[in-house]
């Protein structure tokens, strides 16, 4: 007869026979599914076998050991002493001992389900249909951001609209993913964690550090459409890789050997499913230069009118003059609204119309950034776009319109920009610090030392850039100068980068709006047109 392994106390599992009693201290941990360590305890518990010892004073003494249960020598062994020093039979213990582990694998097994199993809050009619009316705003975007802004989050508002709908299009087959990038204590991670905040909690998994083969421990499903947030990518580097194989591939994948229980070396193949967005703060630009090809790069705010807006909040917050309840139902409601969308395909009838600026490096990866995000604008529309029917394929999706494409543009000119810029951020944030410094200053020549006070910055990081300049062809330096003097050779760059950016973006639309462009991009061929509000009502109300 099959005993039941009571597992109610995680502390303590015990299974019992009608000779034995046998428990497992500690439980039996859930995430090393190669091997099955446990601390056992075997006590002779039940009386009426006492006369069957040859010592009767045996009766309810323990042994105790800490074996592998998959190690089958050690398993043999542990048998062999029981048996000998609590006069037992051998046979009993090692059907118990198998009919453990049998139901210990069953029990791992669905711990695992549970843990990859996500507990969705279920929302309240009042709470859904407040969501829904809030994505059924005209302005959405505006507003969204206006309530991000009300939620905490100071200053940076492109960025953190920009950071807000990359967070969303974790919900797409083709996440987007991001990486803040500013000087050590200037609020990247800051920036992250309070727009990370209006994700539900069980969409996202924040990490601190990451251990090398961390990744490929997780349930096979259990990443899947979620917001990875990781604090700090300089604690990382192990990990990079295998990152940056979830990001491209959506899918990693581990192969490892194991000993069986009868001690044969097994093959095992581990599998981690995607897609995943994956959002994390460096200093370090060109250290993650692989990771940051894959990603929106955000560079946060260093003005002294962002360094202002920040004290004067945290100077409200410490006179307990911030409407924190207010601040608490803001991100209830953005968190409600990521839990209505719903993973709708979208399609965009201009796409092949849309051109990047000349300037942009890396075309190839940009351009699919470019488009991933447009389609991300329309996905957070979906209740405003029209839901269509595809007559062919008989797929439910959304279109895109120029209003979206409008938005993305403004949202993306300096990530474009920064994209079509040869300096790193860094770089270029000190060379127009340096330009504005020179100009209020009327200086045509400077020395590093100059630059250093002016700036107040190191003079290490000032010469690095200094050289970083010159060798860009950005500086020339004066022949024969001791110490060294530097001149710009031009103040107009980057601003002439800035207009050819917007320019080429702009044109685009006008084109676009053209009455020709308009009539050929109405809509696709063979689709059947339907309310997605009237589709969501439905939902509603079978969800209620």
């Known amino acids: 007869m099959t005993m039941t392994l009571e597992t109610t106390n995680l502390n303590c599992f015990t299974y019992k026979t009608d000779e034995l009693q046998i428990e497992l201290l500690g439980g039996v941990r859930i995430d090393t599914l190669d091997r099955m360590r446990v601390t056992i305890k075997v006590t002779v518990a039940n009386r009426k076998h006492q006369e069957y010892l040859s010592n009767p004073e045996l009766a309810g003494l323990s042994m105790r050991h800490n074996l592998d249960l998959y190690n089958d020598t050690q398993v043999e062994k542990f048998v062999r002493r029981v048996a000998e020093k609590l006069e037992t039979g051998t046979i009993a213990l090692t059907k118990a001992i198998s009919d453990i582990t049998g139901q210990l694998e069953e029990y791992r097994l669905k711990q695992l389900d549970k843990q990859e199993t996500r507990k969705e809050k279920v929302l309240t009619r009042d709470e859904r249909e407040d969501a829904i009316q809030f994505l059924q705003q005209k302005d959405l975007l505006s507003k969204t951001n206006n309530l991000i802004g009300k939620s905490g989050v100071i200053g940076e508002e492109t960025n953190r609209l920009l950071m807000y709908l ?44 990451l251990s090398e083969n961390a990744l490929y421990y997780f349930g096979q499903r259990e990443l899947q459409h979620r917001l990875v947030l990781i604090e700090d990518l300089d604690g990382a580097e192990s990990v990079l890789y295998p990152l940056r194989e979830l990001q491209s591939k959506k899918f990693i994948t581990k192969t490892l050997a194991q000993k069986t229980s009868s001690g044969e070396t097994k093959t095992v ?164 610090k340096l330009k ?37 062809g950005y500086l020339t330096k004066q022949e024969g100068s001791k110490p060294y003097q530097y001149e710009v050779t031009s103040f107009e760059d980057y601003s002439q980068l800035q207009n050819s950016i917007s320019t080429a973006l702009d044109s685009i639309l006008v084109q676009l709006n053209s009455p020709t462009t308009a009539q050929h991009s109405s809509g696709p061929t063979k689709a059947v047109r339907t309310s997605r509000k009237k589709s969501m009502a439905q939902q509603l109300t079978r969800k209620v």
């Open 436 to 472: 504005s410094y020179l100009q209020a200053a009327n200086l045509t020549a400077f020395t590093s030392m100059q630059v250093s006070k002016g700036l107040r910055m190191s003079i290490t990081s000032t010469k690095r850039f200094n050289l970083a300049l010159l060798s860009s």
């Open 166 to 209: 990359i967070f969303t299009s974790r919900k797409r087959e083709h996440p987007l993913h991001v990486i803040s990038l500013g000087n050590s204590g200037i609020g990247k991670t800051y920036l992250q964690e309070k727009v990370g905040e209006l994700i539900p909690e069980e969409d996202k998994i924040e990490i601190t550090t």
């Open 269 to 432: 193949h581990i599998k981690v499913e995607g897609p995943v967005s994956v959002a994390g703060c460096t200093t370090q630009e060109q250290v993650y230069e692989d990771n940051a090809n894959r990603s929106f790069l955000i560079y946060i705010d260093e003005s002294n009118q962002q360094d202002e807006r920040i004290m004067a909040y945290q100077r409200k917050r410490s006179a307990g003059t911030i409407d924190r309840v207010q601040e608490s139902s803001i991100k209830q409601l953005l968190q409600n609204t990521q839990r209505v969308l719903q993973p709708i395909p979208v399609r965009n009838p201009y796409a092949e119309q849309l051109q990047l600026p000349a300037d942009v490096f890396k075309p190839r990866r940009t351009n699919a950034h470019y488009l991933a995000f447009i389609e991300a604008v329309t996905f957070y529309h979906q209740f405003q776009r029209v839901e269509r029917v595809d007559e062919d394929t008989g797929e439910r999706f959304i279109e895109t319109t120029l209003e979206d494409i409008a938005a993305a543009n403004t949202l993306m000119k300096d990530v474009l920009l920064r994209k079509s810029d040869e300096l790193t951020g860094a770089c270029r944030n000190y060379f127009e």
